[in-house]
């Protein structure tokens, strides 16, 4: 195959022209990420943010290339433009946490890591981020299937056995 008319992209990458000009330059942003490259990495998310303006995912890619590689304000803008979108994505709020502990903004990292763990995909690493910052883990809500045992609204201290069986003897069942 020869490699006239190829970008120099897909020449170091050794992409075919059959792949989508979107996912050509995703995985050029990816291995420069993988490589450590942040600042790269980050060019090459902005240029497939400019293809698909709207993916979610590759946005954060891009918020967190970004932090890597200093730009805390951008970062934060971008991260909380996925949030406008996903308000309950908990590794947004996990990412704003670092965001804030880079910066030495220590209290706004706490509630950035309570508010991963409070989303109701609750984030493990903001757990052990609290642990670190706080010195004790949070408790997390009960899941909604859990509920507290819940009394006879009457007063009486009374155990009623189940219809059909006994008061003697509970598990027997009375003939009729």
Do not use: C
């Amino acid at each position: 195959m020869s490699t006239r008319g190829q970008s120099f992209w897909s020449k170091l990458f050794g992409t075919q022209s059959s792949v989508s000009p979107k996912a050509e330059v995703l995985r050029q942003a990816d291995a420069f990420r993988d490589l450590g490259d942040a600042r790269s990495a980050a060019v090459r998310y902005r240029e497939v943010l400019a293809i698909d303006h709207d993916d979610l995912d590759v946005r954060k890619q891009y918020a967190n290339m970004l932090k890597d590689s200093g730009q805390y304000g951008e970062a934060f803008a971008e991260y909380n433009h996925v949030l406008a979108k996903r308000p309950e994505d908990s590794d947004v709020y996990l990412q704003l946490g670092h965001l804030s502990k880079v910066r030495g903004e220590h209290a706004a990292a706490v509630r950035y890591y309570e508010q991963a763990v409070a989303a109701p995909v609750p984030s493990a690493d903001a757990i052990e981020e609290l642990r670190k910052l706080t010195g004790m883990a949070p408790q997390p809500p009960l899941p909604s299937i859990v509920s507290p045992l819940h009394l006879s609204e009457t007063k009486s201290t009374e155990i009623t056995p189940p219809a059909g069986t006994s008061a003697r003897n509970p598990g027997v069942a009375m003939s009729v």
